[in-house]
């Protein structure tokens, strides 16, 4: 049962080119469903829809939110749909079932007014503030900011060379604010081009040798303990969101806001449209809805 897993995770990384984080993500969701159906040296042909649907169930019972049993259920169905394109399978029990319809929420998003108090806090560590300047200056994903080196930063040029989802590469501009930030840390850790960005540093911010870069929920959790400066609750990806709005608030295409985000497909990018239509929509109100 997990030499096929093992297959078919091999084949997402060598042929779809996902990242180790999405592998490792659609592993926990798999093994999850053959734990639950105790597929373990069992056979997948013996699962029907009836125990899809119990499956589901549970889901519902740990409080799941929508989003993670549909991401959950998206990761079992790939791979009864390649058990079937490798002819292990004949049916998939997945692939008519009735899903819950995901709610469409917009994103959170900072003003700009709320960035700049949070990046010229006093409290605001200079490690923290080079990884907020980044996140919401270049928009990008916690992944792609942990496996920054410093090699990727042409100051000179400025801009950053990122690798993002499907190793797909983009260049993104560096603003002259992000360019100072940069400079000032890079000077003040004494990295070198061949370290990340954001190692662990010891107490006079030197880096520590032989210390591995800060992981995805190293910094999940720095931003979230940033929320007493804010005033609620943040996480890296409100500087994603608060980006990708504030440059089609002020005027860019939104093919270019595409580019920059690393997304494949503009419909995703389109949701920051809906946002930025709020905020001229009340930004009419407060003048001519006036009583």
Known sequence: MYLMLSEYLNHLSGERGYSPNTLLAYERDIVDFLNFHELRNGKLSRVNRRDVNRYLAELRARRNATSTLLRKISSVKGFYDWLQSQGILRENPIALLDLPKRRKTLPRILSI???????????????????????????????????????????????????????????????????????????????TLQDHLLPHLDEELRPLTHIAPLNRREVWQRVRDLKHIVGREISPHTFRHSFATHLLENGADLRVVQELLGHSDISTTQIYTQISKRHIQAAHSSVFDQN
């Not at 400025?158 to 604010?177: A, C, F, M, Q, W």
């Open 113 to 191: 007014t709320e960035v700049s108090r949070l990046l010229s806090h006093p409290q605001l560590s200079l490690q923290d503030k080079v990884m907020v300047e980044l996140l919401y200056a270049c928009g990008l994903r916690v992944s792609e900011l942990t496996s920054l080196t410093v090699r990727a930063i042409d100051i000179p040029g400025g801009y950053l060379r990122i690798t993002g989802k499907g190793d797909k590469e983009r260049l993104i501009p560096l603003g002259d604010v992000s360019v100072m930030v940069v400079k000032h840390y890079i000077s003040e850790t004494g990295l």
